[in-house]
């Protein structure tokens, strides 16, 4: 026999945004080196799909870990509206001084939904192309506190 | 150990209704998933079995067995089914992703007996689906 279930609710989402990969801590022909292409001064773009877990126990009242219409709400107001046909680098606050990788990106993305109220976020994963995804879960308890 | 996933596509109408609430909190709550007439669904049921290959056959289970679980418990009661009315599993419960992955991963679970059962995935669409996980196996045990 199985113990407690564990039930989590995944919804994706897209945005379509460019960036450039350049980091002001090297020098230009080391930022060539390390992005190629991806630093390209001009950017250039992609359609982010984003895959957003959430867990907790299922609502007995509607059958559901969270409200999709609540969490399509959420996830539309902090990062779809935001992020959607902007150009990272200068339009998302955070990629000022913060590379926009992939790993970045969904680390921000992470941190934007964190305070969802109505369930927990489990895990954020992006797929910049559908030939490369990152996901984050979160840093570990102890030290999530002090790295914020 | 090794992870086996097998897929099952089926067929379903649904609405989401709590007879205990109003018709305006109904309607508030659940949205347009709230039409009485139902609408439908092109489900795909990933399920997932964990163990170890048998040395002499090379396989963690006969993945045609599972197939006629499958066959058999889910596509049995839920295909081309109104999941409100015809599946007595699901009787008193909203018929949402989150409850069908709970009730096919009850089906299912005393019908594995080889390996264990990892873990249920419902897709209602390519952009929404629940997982269902046995909280100590999988995942980090926390709600």
Redesign the interface.
Known sequence: ?????????????RFAASHRLYSARFSDQENQKLYGKCGNPYGHGHNYVVEV?V????DP?????A???ELDRFVRREVVEPFDQTYLNEEVGEFQDNVPTTENVCREIYRRLRSFPAA?L?KVRIEETSKNSVEFTGEPEATQDSTE | MIRVTRKLEFSAAHF?H?P??SAEENRR???KCNNPRGHGHNYVLEVTVAGEPDPATGMVLDLKELKEVLEREVAGRMDHRHLNYEVPELAG???????I??VI?ALL?PRITKG??DRVRVYES??????????????D???
């Open positions: 026999m199985s113990g407690p279930l564990k039930l989590s609710l995944t919804r994706r989402y877990t867990t907790g126990p299922v009242t509607t059958g559901m870990v409200n999709l219409s927990r489990e | 989401y709590n205990n609430l709550i659940f949205g419960k909203i018929p949402t992703c989150e409850n992955a709970a991963w679970e264990r059962l390519p952009d929404l689906f629940a997982d269902c996980v046995d909280g100590a196996n999988r995942g045990g926390r709600f």
